[in-house]
């Protein structure tokens, strides 16, 4: 519990615990881009499977929103 979470700009307007942030997969096998919504604690023990070729190779993508914040001065 209180554990900081490891992004900051994909939470929503609520930041609790009980959100379901969307995630971002691609799988290592046939390069399939998906988005999976999940508990934030589901999110460490979650399974997941490539929704096209079925395979468990499923990679964490950043995601795309987590962009450099550069100070603009
Ligand atoms: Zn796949």
């Given at each position: 519990?209180?554990?900081?979470?490891?992004?900051?700009?994909?939470?929503?307007?609520?930041?609790?615990?009980?959100?379901?942030?969307?995630?971002?997969?691609?799988c290592?096998d046939c390069?399939?881009?998906?988005?999976?919504?999940?508990?934030?604690?589901?999110?460490?023990?979650?399974?997941?499977?490539?929704?096209?070729?079925?395979s468990?190779?499923?990679?964490?993508?950043?995601?795309?929103?987590?962009?450099?914040?550069?100070?603009?001065?």
């Open positions: 519990m209180g554990r900081a979470v490891a992004f900051r700009a994909g939470q929503t307007v609520a930041s609790r615990e009980d959100v379901m942030p969307t995630y971002q997969y691609r290592q390069g399939e881009s998906f988005e999976h919504a999940e508990h934030v604690a589901e999110h460490a023990t979650v399974q997941l499977k490539c929704p096209k070729c079925g468990e190779k499923i990679a964490h993508a950043p995601a795309p929103f987590v962009a450099k914040t550069s100070k603009k001065s």
